[in-house]
């Protein structure tokens, strides 16, 4: 008999599925799309759809020990999701009530960003670690906080939103209706943001000035960078300064042993990381120069929503 | 029979010392000077002489549970003090283990401000309380961070330092190496620091222009203040606009209940607790707007120190 938890990743556009056992290894994996339903419960039918299908098919080896949720704005204590900008449904969602009732089984939900911290503790870069961080570099900037060996959730479900520290008062305006915020600069979108202000600002060529704001990608200015386009250049040097600033200052707060960083801004490798290392060491407080380890995340890439949001569960039985 | 913790605070001028029980009550609180000794070793013969002269007048029906230390720089993990840049003993002391073999009881140390955060939720106004910050405003800032109901230590011991968040880059010079960290704005210090760059910026008339920056204290600008004095009341503004800020950023961390105040700077009051809770409330990110408590400690002025440091013994049996 297989012991598995079912993992479940709400994106904007897409969710994924699948069911993982402790060890990380993920089976039928899928996805539906999170929006065109006429509303919720007709997304939710879907998605229980598809998820009673497979239990239905593998029900003789199988024991479904817990579901785990990953979605925006979605809290651990109430276990509803509220006001997620991201998501098609306006009203407070009781998901992991709902979910618990159809398979009969422990149901947790926490955002996107916690989930990836304890997916990078339970099956990651940070077993075994008991102090550590992990920042999400996509559309925005998520973060998952883990001191004493427990994510912190604070007193109200909302903690770790790193990608609101204000960074620059009278900065870039953010969606969230402030000035400034962390994720105005460093994110996808961010540094797409950045690469505009440069060209704005200077006459240096760029094979960016022929791209669209719409059109250009994180990929691309990877790209142009690695050619030594100058503006690209100058862009991962201006996100990696703000990020390594930001980030030696959250470790005076936790003095965390490592960060992971996860996403698709990420993936600019060492364009990004080693600029970051090099700013975050140099505004260090002197007691934790050296001591702090900025690294990619060890979650494989295609699975990863899938084991943080499962990764809930086993997390929840070890405690 | 009582059952009684020892508190020791050992500051940069006095270390005090007492016997708690369990309720906050203080018996035998005394001090000794912590400078002025041939070595540390003459020193720690002074302190456990004084403690052991209350002990043996007593010991009929005192039971001597532990003894928890407050400290500049001491670390809970290792037991010593090293590196602090405030008292006369430049080596690393191994103070836990030296008075656990004086007392045979177990000792705990830790540094001053988490001293301060334990003794809050022991005795003091975060009691219930799983998720607090508390802030020490002295001649520099000190913290203490409570997440899930324990004390963030961080991987090394050394977390909760907000005291060094940079705030300016290329700010003031402080004392740890750096520019532009939050005490060298926000402290006894940083305020009589602000009072003479106002001073310099501008040409109001100030009963502060009599007085030397070694003579300026926080009484004398909260007296100014109160009088009405331009600069003054600038200088509590200005304070209690980076401190706001900077305690909106790091909410964006814990998401704490409440952030408790203590300390010098603290006693002025309205002055500076009220603005700072605007500056605050401005800049929290959205989610925490009228959810974060700021509040003056709850501890008696007076003993807080020994309370603060043999709270670590009842926090410690009660985990």
């Known amino acids: 008999m297989r012991r598995l938890a079912i993992g479940i990743d709400i994106g904007g556009t897409n969710t994924k599925f699948g069911f993982a056992d402790r060890q990380g290894n993920v089976f039928y ?151 400034g915020c962390l994720e105005t600069y460093v994110s996808a979108t961010g540094i797409r943001r950045t690469v505009y202000k440069l060209l704005a600002d200077s006459t240096e060529p760029s094979t960016l000035r022929g791209i669209s704001f719409n059109e250009l990608s994180t990929e691309t200015i990877s790209e142009a960078a690695l050619e030594g386009d100058p503006v690209a250049l100058e862009s991962f040097d201006y996100t990696a300064r703000i990020l390594g600033q930001s980030l030696a200052n959250t470790c005076a707060h936790t003095s965390p042993e490592a960060i992971f960083v996860f996403g698709g801004l990420a993936k600019a490798g060492d364009l990004i990381m080693e600029p970051t290392k090099i700013y975050m060491e140099e505004n260090l407080y002197p007691f934790y120069k050296g001591n702090v380890k900025l690294i990619p995340s060890k979650l494989p890439d295609e699975n990863a929503p899938i084991l943080g949001a499962s990764s809930l569960i086993w997390n929840y039985r070890n405690n």
Chains 1, 2 share one sequence.
């Not at 239990?55 to 579901?67: N, Q």
């Not at 920042?135 to 994510?151: M, P």
């Not at 620059?168 to 969230?176: D, E, H, L, M, S």
């Open 29 to 179: 994996n899928n996805r539906i799309q999170t929006t065109g339903h006429k509303d919720f419960e007709a997304y939710f039918k879907e998605l229980t759809g598809e998820l009673n299908k497979t239990i239905d098919e593998h029900e003789k080896d199988t024991e479904i020990v817990g579901i785990g949720v990953g979605a925006p704005n979605a809290n651990l204590f109430t276990g509803t999701i509220s006001n997620a900008a991201n998501l098609p449904w306006k009203q407070t969602i009781p998901i992991a009530d709902l979910l618990e009732k159809e398979f009969n089984a422990k149901c947790i939900i926490t955002n996107d960003a916690n989930a990836a911290a304890i997916g990078e503790m339970v099956y990651g870069g940070a077993v075994g670690m008991n102090d550590f961080i992990v920042i999400t570099l996509g559309t925005g900037l998520g973060s998952g906080i883990v001191a004493n060996g427990k994510i912190i959730n604070g007193h109200d479900g909302y903690a770790a939103e790193l990608g609101h520290v204000t960074v620059k008062y009278a900065g870039r305006q953010c969606g969230c209706g402030r000035k």
